[in-house]
């Protein structure tokens, strides 16, 4: 006969950084014979919010902090643009190699023509 194996998930409190481990152990009469003890594991887990409260702190994130505002000093006069964010410098990052970090607006073509002032 086949074992059956039921469980349940059942929350304590969401932690506040939405990571989660689960401990799953398998007694050793559902694993394969061969085995002969127990498996236990670990998962670990992160609990994401729902879409809408994702989009909604990215837009909150990007006009809060990733925003250049308008009149803002520029040597490439990428005025009023959204940037990527450097969370462990906590700024803008305003000047990278990789040129698609470099302006959000830029690659969606609200920049201004090379050399416009």
Do not use: C, N, Q
Request: charge should be neutral; proline fraction near 9%.
């Amino acid at each position: 006969s086949e074992a059956v194996l039921r469980y349940s998930l059942v929350p304590r409190s969401s932690p506040e950084d939405r990571r989660v481990r689960l401990s799953v152990a398998l007694p050793a009469e559902l694993l394969p014979p061969r085995r002969g003890s127990p498996l236990a594991m670990s998962i670990h887990l992160h609990v994401a919010p729902p879409a809408s409260e994702l989009v909604g702190a990215l837009g909150e994130h990007g006009a809060a902090k990733g925003y250049l505002p308008l009149g803002t000093p520029d040597p490439w006069h990428r005025d009023g643009a959204f940037f990527g964010w450097d969370a462990r410098r906590g700024e803008r990052v305003s000047e990278e190699r990789r040129v698609y970090m470099s302006g959000l607006s830029d690659e969606a073509g609200a920049a201004g023509g090379g050399g416009e002032k």
